[in-house]
C-alpha cells in the first residue's frame, strides 16, 4: 500500500475514536443526568461532533486532490460520511433531551448508550484492522459483532417502546422518550452501516 494511502485509514481511525469518546460521554450524561446542565452537557458533545466534521472536511480535501486512491474513492467518501452520520445522530440525542427539557432518564436509555459504547469500540477494532483488510484475520468476525450489537439495539428499542406505551401516566413525556428512542436506534443503525460499508470494501477489492 502507498504510502499516502495511510491518510485514510487513520483519518477513519481517528472518526471511530471520537464516535467512542461522544458514545461514553453520552453514557455519563445519562447515568449522572441533571437537566440543569444540559446545555454545558451539549457544548461538550458537539466538540466530539465539530472534530468529526474537520475530519470529514479532511477527507474530502485529500479526495478531490487524489490521483489515486487505496480503493473506489466513493466508497472512501461513503465511508467518511457514514463514521460522521455517526456522531451527528449521538449529538442528536442529547439535543433531543434538551428540546423536551427531559427531567429524569429511562434506565432503558442508559442501557442503549451503553451498548453504542461497544458498538463504537467495535468500529476502532475494525478501523485498525481496515488498512490491511485483505490480510486480516479478524476484520470479518468483529463485522459481524458489530451486526449483532445492533441486533440486540432491535431488542432493546421494541421492548423499550412496548413498556413506555403499558407504563405512560403522561402523554407528552411518553410522545418525547418514543422521539428519544428513535434518535438511540437510529444511532446503532448507523454503527452498523458503516461496518457493513467496509464489508462491501472488503467484498469489492478481495
Request: proline share 1%; with cysteine; net charge negative.
Amino acid at each position: 500500500m502507498a504510502k499516502g494511502d495511510k491518510f485514510y485509514f487513520e483519518n477513519y481511525k481517528d472518526c471511530a475514536m471520537l464516535a467512542k469518546s461522544a458514545a461514553s460521554y453520552l453514557v455519563e450524561c445519562l447515568e449522572n443526568y441533571d437537566s440543569g446542565r444540559l446545555k454545558e452537557m451539549l457544548e461538550k458533545m458537539h466538540t466530539f461532533e465539530h472534530s468529526a466534521d474537520m475530519k470529514k472536511h479532511e477527507m474530502n480535501e485529500a479526495l478531490a486532490k487524489a490521483f489515486v486512491t487505496p480503493v473506489d474513492r466513493e466508497d472512501l467518501d461513503l465511508m467518511s460520511q457514514q463514521l460522521d452520520n455517526v456522531l451527528d445522530l449521538l449529538e442528536e440525542v442529547l439535543q433531543k433531551l434538551y428540546i423536551y427539557d427531559i427531567k429524569t432518564i429511562e434506565p432503558a436509555g442508559i442501557e442503549y448508550a451503553k451498548k453504542l459504547v461497544r458498538g463504537c469500540d467495535l468500529l476502532c477494532s475494525i478501523m485498525s484492522e481496515f488498512e490491511n483488510f485483505k490480510k486480516s484475520k479478524k476484520i470479518r468476525s468483529l463485522i459481524i459483532e458489530c451486526n449483532d450489537v445492533e441486533e440486540e439495539c432491535d431488542k432493546l428499542y421494541l421492548e423499550s417502546m412496548r413498556a413506555l406505551t403499558e407504563n405512560s401516566t403522561d402523554t407528552l413525556t411518553t410522545l418525547c422518550w418514543y422521539k428519544i428512542y428513535d434518535r438511540l436506534e437510529a444511532c446503532s443503525d448507523a454503527c452498523e452501516h458503516v461496518s457493513d460499508c467496509v464489508g462491501s470494501i472488503i467484498m469489492k477489492n478481495t
